[in-house]
């Protein structure tokens, strides 16, 4: 699509028009080809704000620890957090943004970043998320990516990987049967945001726009498919097609209506079936002997992969664009997430029109929106709110919202802040039998376990998705109790509880906790409550030292990407 | 084909903003989310507590509150008396045949599930009309309805052999917050208990500097999170503290006696042990009383040790008084069918089976419903699992015509609109 085509970018332009040309002097096509997409955000965010005050620019160090959590998947170091501060140039931050960009860890964040939200915590697959890596190491577009993953080439080791967001989905699991229906529902919750399972038997009750034949639709084309082994051809589970010779009929539970459709992507047309001469369906035929399923002249799954991922389907381009901006702000322009509908319009329209329509343009280049939206002030905007809650309300964007770090984030963050990650991250990884009575010394659990062991106590259950903070008893009981913990705040050569035992001041101390755990000098006050705690304290020094660094670690302030 | 279902966590942002104005009472006490908060003070003040019984896998109801001596489907055993003029229960329940005049038993329960592994589930969740979401078991609707009690413990907890944890499919579309806390073989969940390194005093001495780090921090930012934060810590704080709970070695022995050494009878202990810690709605499981094979010598085991584990748990409840604010229901998923099959078994049978009920707002002694003479069906009218939700609700002081759920926007009752509390069986 041609930039400011639309009547959209029109009402946009004219928009910005009023905001930027005070002075009248440009014309509205100047104004938009010289203002970057950042730019053109903060103006639409303030313009809704109108006179509800927006916070402050977040301080050097709040941006610096939310920038890296987000690229880097942990918190800065302690040095890293001393040079940025006495860093004095003006441009520091978007420097920052472009070396976290070009860095060793951006590839593998995304990745894991995109795996919770689009896997939802099914397990661990090293193809997938080989493949997820490979995509953000190379910047591929959205769109190629989704069609990797809705019409997987699964003979290419280069983009196999892809197919497991398909084939993990066809598990059966538990006393459930191979949930088709849940497969659907997540192929249209995940690249249209819409999410259609209520209309697998009949119209949305609430959702006017959800028909049951938007359900049944993509439902042809996945329930079609079939789970198979890996084999001399396939290295990794794949699937095969069926036939499909006519439109699949429906009917509603409450009305008892009836309908049929072919493959057809929600809100779209239904594709025309072909008909072939009986025994000319098939590209290849099923073989019984070798009992190979045989591959089907007319693949639906291509039919729908064709159409979804499209120019025309306004979806398939919002929906990204509105996940994208709902992992940098924490709130989705719209909500849920995947309940897009025409009674649920977006809090900013113009600016969900906007991201679609440029990242489009830009060819479904994530690097470069996550970059752009990296830039603007309402993402480096303080999470410290000007008024009241009450009177600052969330889709107004005018502080930062706070967001859960992800348990694999967190537990490279406790490492870094304890000054454990290069001991863990050398420890051999150890086959340990799954039925071994004694549980492995805490001290010797390599990066991997202590891993398993946060994500054990802090990520969310399989299929539940991870949107907001949500602290849990477990999580809790884990900080409280758990000696994988503790070990951690054990002294030993140069971590964090070896360098504290040495500080003979308190105030150093305290500087020295905060600095390295909540990535920030504290302020008098917070320094003067360090040290008239630590006069309190009648335990022995190196266990009150590290009574400290708990408190600090167990904070809401150091679970949250604030 | 898998049943359809609107999941929970599209509603998850409005249960953030429910708990946006309601404070520390996050995961537990609150009460938004209900259209009508009409649960007084006065209620909180009594705090009336569940003791939730489940049998899986089906109790005979004539091998036990409803045996019919001498017929066709009869069976091996007799029919003796009880503390109840004129009511009779099976011979496998001598020391419930004593607790009678506590108990209410309705013996027409007529449910439509006839498979476990939808009636397991269907039956806990009171089996609402179809709203296209899942509703929450029982305890999890206590949890949301109730809330913890003053003891601050956990609202909900499932004391079951096998594997423990948090279980958050039991929430429904209320949300995995709402989830059963399990206690596998009566054992705590991991990490309970405090290092035996770590001083009582300087735990608290560090929980204290969280706490201040934490006002601070929330003091010019939205407050749920933090809230969050420091509510699961208080929680972890008061399980931690009544650990002891689950020390059997300091139980009485005479009480690890009277309920019996058996998985039942060790874990209804447990139970008690919880309710009188304070916990809102304890459920003790017991597994395998799926008797289609040796039905006779199965249930003639397993219904003796319910016996004895049930019975040592009501007169403990009621020598302290605690029965008067506790309501206690013994079930299962529906029960086994007159006919006796070709491996001496019985059947899953849900046309005709039997509740046990006792307590707060329960009527003593009351037996409610009969089955006719071979005990094949219901004599007179049946009543759904819907009317219990209704009668317990109602015992405990909850107007079902009144509270509703409100599930983004859409109200939800809390119990089937179609029924009504059991007549007979209310105090």
Redesign the interface.
Known sequence: MRRGSSAVHTRVRSQLAILFLTAAAATDAAVQAALPLHQQIDALVAAKAGKVPLAGPADDAEFLRRATLDFAGEIPSADEVRAFLADKAADKRARLIDRLFAGSRYAGTMAGRFDVMLMERRGEDAQWRGWLEAAFRDNKPWDVMSREMLNPNFADPARNGAGHFITKRLESYG???V????LTRDVGRMFMGV?L??T??HKH??VKDYKQVDFQGLFVAFQNLKLQTPNDTFKVRWTSEGLVTKEMEFSSVLTEIKGATGPRVPFGQSVAIPTFEKGQEWLEAPARPKNTPGKPKFSPLAEITQRLVAPDNANFTRNIANRVWFLQMGRGLF??L??AHSENPPSHPELLDLLAGELQAHKFDLKWLLRELALTQTYQRS???MET?AKSP?ELYV?A??RPIAAEALVRSVLIATGELERVGKLPKVERKKDAKDTPRPDTLSLEEMTAAFQAAFA??A???E?????????????????VL?TLLQPREGNLADRLLKLKEPAQIADTVYLHILSRPPTA??RA??VA?LA????ARE??LA??A???L????F??N? | ??P????P??H??TR?QWL?GVGGALACGALGGLLTPVIGEELKKKEKQVLFVWLDGGLSQLESWDPKPGTDFGGPFRSIPTSVPGTHVCELMPRLAKQMHRLCVVRSMCTKDNSH?AGVARIQRGDPKNR?VIYPFFGSAIAKLMGPTASNL?PYVWVKPGSG??K??DGGFLG??YGA?AFGDGKP???????A???V???A???E??S???Q???Q????P??E??????D???E??RRADIFDTSRYNPRDIERYGRHDLGQQMLIGRKMLEAGVRFVKVNSYGWDTHGDNFNAQASLVGKFDQAFSAVLEDLAATGQLEHTLVVAMSEFGRTPRINGSAGRDHWPEAWSIAMAGCGIKAGAVVGATNAKGTFVQGEGYDIGHMFHTWFRALGIDPAKVEYSNNG?PLPIAHEDMKAIPGTLA
Not at chain 1, 536 to 539: I, P
């Open positions: 006393q459930n049967t949930d088709y229906p849940g999410d399972q209520c697998q038997c009750l609430t909500e849920p995947d309940l999470s410290v709110l809650a969330e502080a919202k706070e969310n259950a299929r539940e998705p949107l907001s903070v949500s602290p849990t008893l477990k999580g809790a009981l884990f900080m409280r109790n758990s000696s503790r006050e917070e409550e360090v705690w309190r304290q009648k335990s266990e009150t009574n400290l708990w408190a600090l167990a904070s809401a302030e679970f949250m604030h | 084909m898998n359809p279902r609107c999941t966590w599209e998850d942002h953030r946006g592994s296209g956990p944890g948090f958050p499919e995995p917050k806390l969940p991991e990490n309970l208990l405090r290092p390194t770590l001083d005093a300087a735990d001495a560090r929980n500097l969280r201040a780090l934490n601070r921090y929330a010019r930012r939205r407050a999170n933090t969050a934060s420091s509510f699961v810590f929680t972890a704080e399980l931690i859409q």
